[in-house]
Protein backbone atom coordinates (compact mmCIF):
# COMPACT_ATOMS: atom_id res chain seq x y z
CA UNK A 1 0.00 0.00 0.00
CA UNK A 2 1.90 3.22 -1.32
CA UNK A 3 0.85 6.06 1.44
CA UNK A 4 1.52 9.06 -0.95
CA UNK A 5 1.14 8.32 -4.45
CA UNK A 6 2.28 10.43 -7.55
CA UNK A 7 1.09 9.78 -11.28
CA UNK A 8 3.22 10.01 -13.58
CA UNK A 9 6.89 9.46 -12.43
CA UNK A 10 8.29 10.80 -15.41
CA UNK A 11 6.79 13.64 -17.77
CA UNK A 12 9.03 14.82 -20.99
CA UNK A 13 7.09 17.37 -22.83
CA UNK A 14 8.00 20.12 -25.14
CA UNK A 15 7.92 24.10 -24.30
CA UNK A 16 4.87 25.74 -23.77
CA UNK A 17 2.19 22.64 -23.32
CA UNK A 18 -0.22 22.43 -20.72
CA UNK A 19 0.70 19.37 -17.78
CA UNK A 20 -0.86 17.92 -14.79
CA UNK A 21 0.80 15.39 -11.76
CA UNK A 22 -1.69 13.79 -9.89
CA UNK A 23 -1.04 13.16 -5.78
CA UNK A 24 -2.59 10.60 -3.78
CA UNK A 25 -2.43 9.98 -0.37
CA UNK A 26 -4.46 7.39 2.04
CA UNK A 27 -3.26 7.95 5.32
CA UNK A 28 -6.33 10.25 6.36
CA UNK A 29 -4.20 13.42 6.89
CA UNK A 30 -5.20 16.83 6.85
CA UNK A 31 -2.32 18.97 5.22
CA UNK A 32 -1.16 18.15 1.68
CA UNK A 33 2.43 19.72 0.06
CA UNK A 34 4.13 20.42 -3.80
CA UNK A 35 7.44 21.01 -3.40
CA UNK A 36 10.13 21.54 -6.20
CA UNK A 37 13.50 20.35 -6.45
CA UNK A 38 15.51 21.36 -8.70
CA UNK A 39 18.65 20.53 -10.38
CA UNK A 40 21.01 21.26 -7.20
CA UNK A 41 18.89 19.44 -4.94
CA UNK A 42 17.22 22.44 -3.27
CA UNK A 43 13.30 21.01 -2.21
CA UNK A 44 11.19 24.12 -2.12
CA UNK A 45 7.48 24.64 -0.57
CA UNK A 46 5.36 25.75 -3.65
CA UNK A 47 1.62 25.17 -2.23
CA UNK A 48 -0.02 23.89 1.68
CA UNK A 49 -3.62 22.62 1.39
CA UNK A 50 -5.24 22.12 4.61
CA UNK A 51 -8.38 20.21 4.33
CA UNK A 52 -9.17 21.39 0.76
CA UNK A 53 -7.98 24.77 1.12
CA UNK A 54 -5.32 26.66 0.20
CA UNK A 55 -3.08 27.89 2.91
CA UNK A 56 0.55 28.46 1.54
CA UNK A 57 1.09 29.81 -1.72
CA UNK A 58 5.08 30.80 -1.95
CA UNK A 59 6.21 33.05 -4.88
CA UNK A 60 5.06 31.01 -7.68
CA UNK A 61 4.42 31.70 -11.20
CA UNK A 62 0.62 31.57 -11.78
CA UNK A 63 1.26 29.30 -14.41
CA UNK A 64 0.73 26.83 -11.57
CA UNK A 65 -2.28 26.01 -10.24
CA UNK A 66 -2.95 23.32 -7.61
CA UNK A 67 -6.44 21.69 -6.99
CA UNK A 68 -7.44 19.80 -4.24
CA UNK A 69 -11.12 18.02 -5.27
CA UNK A 70 -11.08 16.20 -1.41
CA UNK A 71 -8.73 16.13 1.04
CA UNK A 72 -6.77 12.82 -0.44
CA UNK A 73 -6.25 14.69 -3.62
CA UNK A 74 -3.93 17.18 -4.37
CA UNK A 75 -3.34 17.67 -8.58
CA UNK A 76 -0.82 20.59 -10.00
CA UNK A 77 -1.40 22.01 -13.37
CA UNK A 78 1.27 23.60 -15.09
CA UNK A 79 0.18 26.00 -18.02
CA UNK A 80 3.01 26.95 -20.57
CA UNK A 81 5.59 25.10 -19.55
CA UNK A 82 9.29 26.65 -19.48
CA UNK A 83 12.58 25.15 -19.34
CA UNK A 84 13.28 26.39 -16.19
CA UNK A 85 10.43 24.52 -14.99
CA UNK A 86 12.29 20.95 -15.22
CA UNK A 87 13.09 19.63 -12.05
CA UNK A 88 11.53 17.14 -9.67
CA UNK A 89 8.36 17.74 -8.21
CA UNK A 90 7.11 16.19 -4.85
CA UNK A 91 3.85 15.93 -3.51
CA UNK A 92 3.88 15.31 0.91
CA UNK A 93 1.33 14.80 3.33
CA UNK A 94 1.52 15.70 7.02
CA UNK A 95 -0.29 15.53 10.31
CA UNK A 96 1.49 16.51 13.60
CA UNK A 97 4.89 17.35 12.03
CA UNK A 98 6.38 14.04 9.81
CA UNK A 99 5.65 14.32 6.37
CA UNK A 100 5.32 11.39 4.26
CA UNK A 101 6.53 12.34 0.39
CA UNK A 102 5.67 10.91 -2.61
CA UNK A 103 8.25 8.83 -5.22
CA UNK A 104 8.33 12.87 -7.16
CA UNK A 105 7.85 13.20 -10.74
CA UNK A 106 10.87 14.09 -12.64
CA UNK A 107 9.54 16.78 -15.08
CA UNK A 108 11.73 17.48 -18.25
CA UNK A 109 10.62 20.16 -20.73
CA UNK A 110 12.41 20.17 -23.94
CA UNK B 1 20.74 35.32 4.90
CA UNK B 2 18.83 31.90 3.75
CA UNK B 3 16.02 30.45 6.17
CA UNK B 4 17.96 27.34 6.77
CA UNK B 5 21.59 27.09 5.71
CA UNK B 6 23.33 24.06 5.83
CA UNK B 7 27.30 23.03 5.01
CA UNK B 8 26.19 20.97 1.46
CA UNK B 9 29.43 18.66 2.17
CA UNK B 10 30.40 16.17 0.70
CA UNK B 11 31.60 14.21 4.13
CA UNK B 12 33.37 11.32 2.66
CA UNK B 13 34.36 9.32 6.23
CA UNK B 14 35.40 5.54 6.70
CA UNK B 15 32.74 3.23 8.75
CA UNK B 16 32.93 3.32 11.83
CA UNK B 17 33.92 6.80 12.16
CA UNK B 18 31.50 9.55 13.87
CA UNK B 19 30.68 12.36 11.55
CA UNK B 20 28.41 15.63 12.78
CA UNK B 21 26.63 17.79 10.47
CA UNK B 22 25.45 21.64 11.38
CA UNK B 23 22.36 23.14 10.45
CA UNK B 24 21.43 27.12 11.06
CA UNK B 25 17.89 28.69 10.40
CA UNK B 26 16.99 32.26 10.52
CA UNK B 27 13.50 32.43 12.12
CA UNK B 28 13.59 32.74 15.79
CA UNK B 29 9.71 31.62 16.51
CA UNK B 30 10.52 28.49 14.09
CA UNK B 31 8.34 25.92 15.96
CA UNK B 32 10.08 22.67 15.24
CA UNK B 33 13.05 20.73 13.76
CA UNK B 34 13.88 17.60 11.90
CA UNK B 35 16.50 15.68 10.17
CA UNK B 36 15.20 13.87 7.11
CA UNK B 37 17.56 11.89 4.84
CA UNK B 38 16.96 11.39 1.00
CA UNK B 39 18.83 8.45 -0.84
CA UNK B 40 20.09 9.25 -4.38
CA UNK B 41 16.52 9.52 -6.60
CA UNK B 42 14.39 8.95 -3.70
CA UNK B 43 11.78 11.10 -1.89
CA UNK B 44 13.07 12.36 1.07
CA UNK B 45 11.77 10.42 4.30
CA UNK B 46 11.69 11.41 8.27
CA UNK B 47 14.60 10.27 10.24
CA UNK B 48 13.88 12.67 13.37
CA UNK B 49 12.48 14.87 15.07
CA UNK B 50 14.42 17.38 17.44
CA UNK B 51 13.95 18.27 20.38
CA UNK B 52 15.27 20.58 22.63
CA UNK B 53 16.43 18.14 25.16
CA UNK B 54 17.99 16.37 22.51
CA UNK B 55 17.41 12.68 21.84
CA UNK B 56 18.96 9.89 20.44
CA UNK B 57 17.74 7.18 18.47
CA UNK B 58 20.41 4.33 18.45
CA UNK B 59 23.58 5.69 16.63
CA UNK B 60 22.01 8.86 15.48
CA UNK B 61 21.69 11.92 18.30
CA UNK B 62 20.11 15.27 17.61
CA UNK B 63 20.43 18.77 19.08
CA UNK B 64 18.54 21.86 19.32
CA UNK B 65 20.10 25.21 20.62
CA UNK B 66 17.27 27.99 20.18
CA UNK B 67 19.37 30.56 21.65
CA UNK B 68 22.41 30.06 18.63
CA UNK B 69 19.34 28.95 16.06
CA UNK B 70 21.23 26.52 15.61
CA UNK B 71 20.37 22.01 15.16
CA UNK B 72 22.87 19.15 15.02
CA UNK B 73 23.14 15.39 14.21
CA UNK B 74 25.62 13.28 15.13
CA UNK B 75 25.95 9.77 13.36
CA UNK B 76 28.20 7.11 15.57
CA UNK B 77 29.80 4.33 13.97
CA UNK B 78 29.02 4.83 10.48
CA UNK B 79 28.03 2.17 8.37
CA UNK B 80 27.52 1.75 4.27
CA UNK B 81 24.17 2.59 4.39
CA UNK B 82 24.13 5.90 6.09
CA UNK B 83 25.58 7.54 2.39
CA UNK B 84 22.86 9.88 1.69
CA UNK B 85 21.61 13.12 1.61
CA UNK B 86 20.60 14.77 4.97
CA UNK B 87 17.91 17.92 5.09
CA UNK B 88 17.81 19.93 8.07
CA UNK B 89 14.31 21.01 7.78
CA UNK B 90 12.03 23.53 10.18
CA UNK B 91 9.02 23.98 10.62
CA UNK B 92 8.99 27.96 10.44
CA UNK B 93 4.84 28.35 11.48
CA UNK B 94 1.85 26.37 11.13
CA UNK B 95 2.02 23.67 8.39
CA UNK B 96 4.93 26.13 6.95
CA UNK B 97 8.21 23.58 6.22
CA UNK B 98 11.69 24.61 5.18
CA UNK B 99 14.45 22.55 3.68
CA UNK B 100 17.89 23.20 4.29
CA UNK B 101 19.92 22.70 1.14
CA UNK B 102 21.02 18.98 2.48
CA UNK B 103 24.43 17.69 3.59
CA UNK B 104 25.94 14.38 1.50
CA UNK B 105 27.14 11.74 3.53
CA UNK B 106 28.95 9.16 1.20
CA UNK B 107 30.52 5.90 4.07
CA UNK B 108 33.22 4.12 2.43
CA UNK B 109 34.87 1.16 3.58
Known amino acids: DTAVSQTPKYLVTQMGNDKSIKCEQN?????MYWYKQDSKKFLKIMFSYNNKELIINETVPNRFSPKSPDKAHLNLHINSLELGDSAVYFC?????????FGPGTRLTVL | RKEVEQDPGPFNVPEGATVAFNCTYS??????FFWYRQDCRKEPKLLMSVYSSGNEDGRFTAQLNRASQYISLLIRDSKLSDSATYLCVVNIAGNDMRFGAGTRLTVKP
Open chain 1, 27 to 31: LGHDT
Open chain 2, 27 to 32: NSASQS
Open chain 1, 92 to 100: ASSQAGEQF
